[in-house]
């Protein structure tokens, strides 16, 4: 995903950001954020969280600025500051979260459920079937489609084999396919 | 590795996924808003301005130690000179109360300790104009 002239671009922007330009770390800031956002909102279909945690990688990021060596590799570490802060927050959520009947989700989730019943119904029918596919499967579906990641950048930041990415994402495309015929035949 | 199909079904899968994937507005300021301060100049210049804050107000904690303790050794010397005069008064008022002798008087005075520097200024001060001469 990432050409020479992205690298370019982030290696301008962070060298100034990281010297405290304001104006450099907005430009950083409009580039990555919607990208962290939608990966993470993918995640955890919650608008709100997913400005949270976006908040909290970028808050990161600026700390640690100064002291990254900018080598191509900036896209690899701000997904795994974010896929790092996800899964501190799953956790401490599933920590803290408590049984609830589907019903009472439905009524203090009025916004979900109105945008579930807006999205069509192939929408409907993707979501299900991620929700279907094992961790790993959609983690690398997400980063691919949602957050815009290259193979390459997604197997330096899972520390997976090329190959073992390829075939993964292959073999999940395919489920997901599957899953979603499924969904869609059976509400036909 | 993937077939066709599959590329097709990953854009329609892209395609289906952008269609609901708007960004909230205002995200990206918001974003930038809360993570400015951490940059690392912003930190420097916040801990600078703490910094001389800081140095501030241990320049006026030490000025107010300086003074305070200047101010207790002036009472305190003070209060020593008071202490001695009150006594030196006494005795003068009580000798001159006593005895009508000048003797009497420098005697009394002279035995608690009064010089006679002390005492001339006490009888000036104290006794009548003409009768310290005396």
Redesign the interface.
């Known amino acids: 995903m990432q050409d020479s002239d992205d690298e370019e671009f982030d290696r301008e922007f962070l060298a100034r950001?990281?010297?405290?330009?304001?104006v450099a770390?907005?430009v950083v800031?409009?580039y990555w954020?919607?990208r962290i956002?939608?990966y993470l909102?993918?995640n955890t279909r919650n608008?709100e969280l997913a400005?949270e945690i976006?908040?909290s990688v970028?808050?990161t990021?600026?700390?640690k600025?100064?002291d990254y060596v900018e080598q191509g590799h900036f896209e690899s570490w701000i997904f795994r500051i974010a896929i790092n802060r996800l899964r501190d927050e799953m956790r401490r959520r599933k920590l803290h979260a408590r049984p609830m009947d589907s019903d009472i989700m439905a009524d203090i989730a009025p916004q979900k459920v109105a945008?579930e019943t807006a999205?069509?119904e192939?929408?409907r029918a993707?979501r299900d079937a991620m929700d279907q596919l094992p961790d790993l499967d959609r983690e690398i579906?997400d980063l691919?489609?949602?957050g815009g990641m290259t193979f390459q950048q997604i197997a330096v930041l899972l520390a997976e084999p090329m190959g073992t990415l390829?075939?993964r994402?292959?073999r999940a495309?395919?489920k997901?396919?599957d899953l979603m015929r499924r969904h869609m035949g059976d509400s036909a | 590795m993937d077939t066709p199909e599959d590329i097709q079904f990953a854009n329609t899968l892209r395609v289906l996924n952008a269609s609901a994937s708007s960004i909230p507005p205002g995200l990206s300021a918001r974003v930038f808003q809360a993570s400015v301060v951490h940059l690392p100049n912003q930190e420097i210049a916040g801990r600078i301005g703490s910094r001389t804050s800081f140095q501030w107000k241990a320049a006026a904690a030490i000025l107010i130690l300086v003074g305070g303790s200047i101010l207790a050794w002036q009472t305190s010397s003070a209060r020593d000179r008071s202490t001695c005069d009150d006594r030196s008064l006494a005795l003068v008022l009580e000798a001159s109360a006593s005895s009508s002798g000048d003797e009497n008087f420098i005697g009394l005075a002279s035995a608690q300790g009064a010089g006679f520097d002390d005492l001339d200024f006490e009888m000036r001060s104290i006794l009548p104009a003409g009768q310290a001469g005396r």
């Open positions: 950001a990281a010297k405290g330009d304001a770390w907005r800031v409009e954020s919607p956002f939608r909102r993918s608008e400005e976006t908040q970028f808050c990021i600026a700390r600025l100064a945008e999205a069509p192939e929408l993707l579906i691919r489609h949602q390829l075939a994402h292959h495309i395919r997901l396919r």
